[in-house]
């Protein structure tokens, strides 16, 4: 199987994250028989000032027949005063929107080099691995009515509305079932059944999918308030967590605190599997900005784009082995004690972009030896 990868670095720091990262997927070609090819595309800023929009027709076409796409990030000063339709962040919108990428995936992952890092305490976040699931595409974020409106009275009115169907919170809670299963086979469901009826529902549906398909993987529920406190103070209980799309944005950024800092952060957001092709939309992404602080100065930390291939190595081209390579190469990497700016700690190396990638390909050569 040859694979179709679009990059679209993006600004800032995106495109000095993803070459390092597309060095770490030419090793893998090279030593690992990992067949693909590689189209380019620009988004956001760069994509405004060549394209002249966010993303252009023809990279959407690419981004359709891609099998992954690895985003780097968009936005920066420079197009702050934008009009809305303007803005670099269309371009992402635009991508999640036409792929129809409903499940977004945070991992939060503890490496042990780094659990001083965190603000929890060292035995708390040492050997933390949770997924959190979050439903991207629905609920109060799109729901109608939504707006803001004047009251007879001069005082306002705001309306957001809070919407689930059946269809929509069993495809999310299928995708947190199958997961599960390639990892400790428990799922959390986490919603507020207690004073939301989309919380109801939400809590029917997973129970009813669950029981019909799949009786295999441990299922518990929690209410979303819970969870939040459950996260800081005991955050290894969790293994799959499925949540909407407000819950999850909050519990999502909840995790990743957990574990330190933003550079290391991958994500993936997947669209709907084909029964036909079985082909499914897969956009990976690591979850920081486009930092202009240190755009361009060799400072970025490019782990959370490699750790995002990494998660496109194992949900879209189902390469567990390869998956874990990379992830292996990271973690010696942080054991040989070399350091970015942001994650750099008293009697460690610091080093540029460039040098964590040097290293990283130097530890995928010494793993696989
Ligand atoms: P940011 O994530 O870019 O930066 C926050 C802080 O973390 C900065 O101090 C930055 O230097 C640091 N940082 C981030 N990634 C790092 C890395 N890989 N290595 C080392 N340090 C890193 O968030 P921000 O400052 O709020 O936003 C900056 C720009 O990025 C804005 O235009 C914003 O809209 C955009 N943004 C884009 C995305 C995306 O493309 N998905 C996400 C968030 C923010």
């Not at 919407?163 to 809670?173: F, L, M, N």
């Not at 299928?174 to 989309?198: D, P």
């Amino acid at each position: 199987m040859t694979y179709k990868i679009l990059l679209l670095p993006g600004d800032g720091i995106g495109p000095e994250v993803m070459a390092e990262t597309e060095r770490v997927l030419n090793w893998l070609g090279k030593n690992r028989g990992l067949s693909f090819t590689v189209e380019r595309g620009l988004v956001g800023g760069a994509a405004l000032d060549a394209e002249g929009e966010a993303v252009s027709e023809e990279t959407m076409k690419l981004a359709h027949a891609a099998d992954a796409v690895l985003f780097g990030a968009v936005g920066g000063p420079k197009w702050d005063n934008n009009s809305f339709d303007k803005k670099p962040e269309r371009g992402l919108l635009r991508l999640r929107k036409d792929l129809e990428l409903f499940a977004n995936l945070r991992p939060a992952i503890c490496f042990d080099a780094l659990k001083d890092a965190s603000t929890l305490r060292p035995d708390v976040v040492s050997g933390l691995d949770l997924l959190i699931i979050r439903e991207l595409t629905g609920g109060v974020y799109f729901g109608e009515p939504r707006g803001i409106i004047e009251l007879n009275d001069g005082t306002r009115r705001a309306v957001d509305t809070q919407v689930y169907t059946t269809g929509e919170i069993q495809r999310i809670a299928r995708v947190a079932f199958s997961l599960a299963r390639l990892r400790s086979n428990r799922v959390a469901s986490a919603e507020k059944s207690n004073v939301m009826h989309t919380g109801v529902l939400w809590r029917q549906e997973v129970t009813k999918l669950h029981e019909a398909e799949f009786k295999d993987v441990e299922l518990t529920h929690i209410l979303a308030d819970n969870c939040a406190m459950q996260l800081v103070r005991n955050p290894k209980q969790f293994d799959v967590i499925v949540t909407d799309n407000l819950f999850g944005d909050v519990l999502s950024d909840e995790a990743a605190q957990c574990t330190g800092s933003i550079g290391m952060l991958p994500s993936a957001s997947l669209g709907a599997k084909d029964p036909k092709t079985g082909r499914q939309p897969g956009l990976y992404e690591p979850v920081h900005g486009t930092a202009p602080d240190i755009a361009g100065k060799n400072l970025a930390n490019p782990f959370a784009c490699i750790l995002s291939l990494a998660m496109c190595l194992r949900y879209s081209f189902e390469r567990l082995d390869e998956a874990k390579l990379v992830e292996q190469a990271v973690e010696k990497v942080l054991n040989d004690g070399l350091r970015t700016g942001d994650i750099m700690q008293p009697g460690k190396t610091l080093v540029g972009t460039t040098q964590m990638g040097d290293a990283v390909i130097a530890a995928l050569e010494s793993l696989s030896r």
